[in-house]
């Protein structure tokens, strides 16, 4: 599937309007800058997920980005009426896009993809946004010292053009799937079972991770069953008749589970996580948020260096901001090659990962902190996003596995939130340290180092117990065998 470009260019160019605009408390709009990319996935979360899970995906994709880049193109406005607050609810109408944007292609990695590389797909999907860091920060630094900002946001502007057109592919197939499947004999939510059903009987197989079998044979025997009921007419386990909306997909996942939220829209993904038997989801969602709590203070952290006259060893702050966003882009490529080169492929190892991640952002807050050039915040960014990156992708992976095609959609729109509730009051909390408390920034960078200690020693012993309770549970099913 096609991918969608980082907003590097708005990135570069939005700080620098800050800096002229506000340089007296440029942190604090720097603060609310970022938030308005962040409060439209809490605002809009009750539908984004429902879109995702409903509509077509591609077709939403594509919208998605021509939306944004119709956004881009009127951005440089803010510099012509010399108005800083003309950006936010431009930055806001562009992000609003982006909520309906990011569990939409949460959710359709694994319908293009085999399960059992649905890992490798999220590390070549995170590729495209590192790439484009790695590269093109330095770029849109050159670009908006010697064009700029309006040259950046018209650059961007066309990026997102040529991402709805890349996306066209998906939506044409995705739209073809969907055609077929409502040419079948069944009718109804019903027939979603049986589809499975069929889907799982005709597709070759594919030798699951170990740890993932179980899972996934309850899955095809619910399907199964699923399908026999659908075609006596008799009703589902969780209550509804084989055609009745309410049964979304049962048997493909999480059987009642999964029917019981199929007509409650996001707030049925809610119903569905406070179920005891998805009480699991309901501790992994929170991955990445507590991710969010200690890198959300890393772009305040980002803008301030770049204004730093100590740190402009390299060029002007355009260009500083640049060689920081490309150390970004270099550690989001390294950190998830070598994770998933030394992980296998199953959820207790990408637990481990997640654990490993966390001591990553400590290590490059750390070194952050102690930082007296650029030469040293640069390889400290680099270790930085490489925890950043690596527990997000293996998060993903992890709740990928887990998840049926029906709820998929809907629980990302609520991991989302708190992914985005958490990010938001990082780096607004880290705007305010700077310019309200009068913070340095190694006194902000060390706080962040302690908090994600905190945070590793968390998840490492939520791996630990997990870890334990597995091989209990083989060892058990292991004597009853024997």
């Given at each position: 599937m096609?991918?969608k470009?980082r907003a590097?260019?708005t990135?570069?160019?939005?700080?620098?309007?800050?800096?002229?605009l506000?340089?007296?408390?440029?942190?604090?709009?720097?603060?609310?800058?970022?938030?308005?990319?962040?409060?439209?996935?809490?605002?809009?979360f009750p539908?984004?997920?429902l879109?995702?899970?409903?509509l077509?995906?591609?077709?939403?994709?594509?919208a998605?980005?021509?939306a944004?880049?119709?956004?881009?193109?009127?951005?440089?406005l803010?510099?012509?009426q010399?108005?800083?607050?003309?950006l936010?609810?431009?930055?806001?109408c562009?992000?609003?896009?982006?909520?309906?944007?990011?569990p939409a292609?949460?959710?359709?990695i694994?319908?293009v993809?085999?399960?059992?590389?649905?890992?490798?797909?999220?590390?070549?999907?995170t590729?495209?946004?590192s790439?484009m860091a790695?590269g093109?920060?330095?770029?849109?630094?050159?670009?908006?010292?010697l064009y700029?900002?309006?040259?950046?946001?018209?650059?961007?502007?066309a990026?997102f053009?040529?991402?709805a057109?890349?996306?066209?592919?998906?939506?044409?197939?995705?739209a073809?799937?969907?055609?077929?499947?409502?040419?079948?004999p069944?009718?109804?939510?019903?027939s979603?079972?049986?589809?499975a059903?069929?889907?799982a009987?005709?597709?070759?197989?594919v030798e699951?991770?170990?740890?993932?079998?179980?899972?996934?044979?309850t899955?095809?025997?619910?399907?199964?069953?699923a399908?026999?009921?659908?075609?006596?007419?008799?009703?589902?386990?969780?209550g509804?008749?084989?055609g009745?909306?309410g049964?979304l997909?049962?048997?493909?996942?999480?059987?009642?589970?999964v029917?019981?939220c199929g007509?409650?829209?996001?707030?049925?993904?809610?119903?569905?996580?406070?179920?005891r038997?998805n009480?699991?989801?309901a501790?992994l969602?929170?991955?990445?948020?507590?991710?969010?709590?200690v890198w959300g203070?890393?772009d305040?952290l980002?803008?301030?260096?770049?204004?730093?006259?100590?740190?402009?060893?390299l060029?002007g702050?355009?260009?500083t901001l640049g060689?920081?966003?490309?150390?970004v882009?270099g550690g989001?490529?390294?950190?998830?090659?070598?994770a998933?080169?030394?992980t296998?492929?199953?959820?207790r190892?990408?637990?481990v990962?997640?654990?490993?991640?966390f001591?990553?952002?400590?290590?490059?807050?750390a070194?952050?902190?102690?930082?007296?050039s650029?030469?040293?915040?640069?390889p400290a960014t680099?270790i930085?996003?490489a925890?950043s990156?690596?527990?997000y992708?293996h998060?993903?992976?992890i709740?990928?596995?887990r998840?049926?095609?029906?709820?998929?959609?809907?629980?990302?729109?609520?991991?989302?939130?708190f992914f985005t509730?958490?990010?938001a009051?990082s780096?607004l909390a880290?705007?305010w340290?700077?310019?309200?408390?009068?913070?340095?920034?190694?006194?902000?960078?060390t706080?962040?180092?302690?908090l994600?200690?905190?945070f590793m020693?968390?998840?490492a012993?939520?791996a630990?117990?997990?870890w334990r309770?597995?091989?209990?549970?083989?060892?058990?099913s292991?004597?009853?065998h024997?």
């Amino acid at each position: 599937m096609g991918g969608k470009p980082r907003a590097e260019f708005t990135f570069i160019a939005a700080y620098a309007i800050i800096s002229h605009l506000s340089p007296f408390d440029a942190a604090t709009h720097t603060a609310l800058f970022l938030i308005c990319r962040r409060v439209p996935y809490l605002l809009l979360f009750p539908v984004t997920g429902l879109a995702a899970d409903r509509l077509n995906r591609g077709a939403l994709l594509v919208a998605v980005c021509l939306a944004e880049g119709a956004v881009s193109f009127t951005l440089p406005l803010v510099q012509q009426q010399q108005n800083i607050w003309l950006l936010y609810p431009l930055i806001f109408c562009q992000y609003c896009a982006q909520a309906f944007y990011d569990p939409a292609r949460a959710a359709a990695i694994p319908g293009v993809v085999p399960r059992h590389l649905i890992c490798v797909a999220g590390t070549l999907d995170t590729f495209g946004f590192s790439l484009m860091a790695l590269g093109g920060a330095a770029l849109a630094g050159h670009v908006a010292a010697l064009y700029g900002t309006a040259a950046c946001f018209r650059v961007e502007g066309a990026a997102f053009l040529l991402a709805a057109l890349l996306m066209l592919p998906l939506a044409l197939a995705t739209a073809h799937r969907g055609a077929a499947s409502s040419r079948r004999p069944w009718s109804g939510m019903g027939s979603v079972a049986a589809a499975a059903a069929a889907a799982a009987a005709a597709a070759p197989e594919v030798e699951a991770p170990p740890e993932l079998q179980p899972l996934l044979a309850t899955h095809s025997s619910q399907a199964d069953d699923a399908g026999l009921l659908h075609k006596r007419g008799a009703p589902s386990r969780g209550g509804h008749g084989a055609g009745s909306p309410g049964n979304l997909g049962a048997g493909a996942g999480e059987g009642e589970d999964v029917s019981m939220c199929g007509a409650s829209g996001t707030c049925g993904a809610l119903a569905f996580i406070a179920q005891r038997q998805n009480w699991d989801v309901a501790i992994l969602i929170w991955i990445k948020a507590t991710g969010a709590m200690v890198w959300g203070a890393a772009d305040i952290l980002n803008g301030r260096f770049s204004t730093d006259r100590a740190m402009q060893s390299l060029g002007g702050p355009d260009q500083t901001l640049g060689f920081i966003l490309a150390a970004v882009g270099g550690g989001c490529v390294v950190g998830p090659l070598i994770a998933n080169s030394i992980t296998p492929g199953v959820a207790r190892y990408w637990r481990v990962s997640v654990a490993s991640a966390f001591g990553l952002l400590a290590a490059g807050y750390a070194v952050m902190a102690a930082a007296p050039s650029i030469f040293w915040i640069l390889p400290a960014t680099c270790i930085r996003a490489a925890g950043s990156n690596t527990l997000y992708i293996h998060s993903f992976a992890i709740l990928q596995h887990r998840l049926h095609e029906g709820i998929r959609g809907r629980v990302f729109a609520v991991e989302f939130v708190f992914f985005t509730i958490s990010e938001a009051s990082s780096s607004l909390a880290a705007g305010w340290a700077l310019d309200g408390l009068g913070w340095s920034e190694r006194q902000l960078s060390t706080a962040m180092a302690l908090l994600a200690s905190g945070f590793m020693g968390w998840w490492a012993t939520y791996a630990w117990w997990m870890w334990r309770g597995e091989v209990s549970r083989a060892a058990a099913s292991a004597d009853e065998h024997t």
